[in-house]
């Protein structure tokens, strides 16, 4: 394969995999899709716990920050077709994810920027600049929750 086919190798199988319809059970890829949230959520939270403390762990942040853009690569399959709120699936994922896919797709590559972004300056262990890229960070994730997640899951 040369180069330049597999630069277009790559998005057309991303592509392919968001267009796929759910092969697994739909409550599996939501229980897979929750779980992997919450291993973001433990990963951001060790961020923001090593930012208040008074001395912050440059490593511990960094260990985490690969975990969070792993996560921000991982996110684009947790949501195939089917996986939405149906009888008998609790989840809290809002069906305009599948109606409003264009803007879904923008929130999740905005959260994949600021995670590589913060990635990049965890590795220069600048505390400062940690902090102001963790807010924008932050902010990626929020903008996402108020369009897409319901506030209970049910
Ligand atoms: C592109 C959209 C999007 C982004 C970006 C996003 N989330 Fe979420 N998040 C969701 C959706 C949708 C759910 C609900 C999933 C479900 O219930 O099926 C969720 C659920 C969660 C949960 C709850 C898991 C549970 O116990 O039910 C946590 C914690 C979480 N997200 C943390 C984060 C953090 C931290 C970030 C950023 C570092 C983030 N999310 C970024 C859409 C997003």
């Known amino acids: 394969m040369t180069g330049a086919t597999r630069r277009f190798a790559i998005p057309a199988l991303a592509l392919a995999a968001l267009a796929?319809?759910?092969a697994?059970?739909?409550?599996d890829v939501v229980k897979t899709r929750i779980a992997g949230f919450r291993e973001l959520?433990?990963?951001?939270?060790?961020?923001?716990?090593?930012?208040k403390g008074s001395a912050p762990q440059t490593y511990v942040m960094q260990l985490s920050a690969r975990q969070i853009r792993d996560f921000a690569r991982q996110q684009y399959s947790w949501f195939p077709q089917g996986s939405g709120p149906q009888a008998?699936?609790?989840t809290a994922a809002k069906p305009d994810i599948w109606a409003k896919g264009a803007e879904f797709k923008a929130a999740q590559d905005n959260f994949a920027k600021q995670a590589d972004a913060f990635a990049k300056v965890a590795g220069t262990g600048d505390t400062a600049n940690?902090?102001?890229?963790?807010?924008?960070?932050?902010q990626s994730c929020g903008a996402c929750h108020r369009a897409f997640r319901t506030e209970s899951r049910d």
């Open 88 to 90: 008998g699936v609790k």
């Open 20 to 22: 796929a319809p759910v």
């Open 41 to 51: 959520g433990a990963a951001f939270k060790n961020v923001n716990d090593e930012l």
């Open 24 to 27: 697994a059970a739909p409550g």
């Open 130 to 138: 940690i902090r102001a890229q963790a807010k924008l960070l932050g």
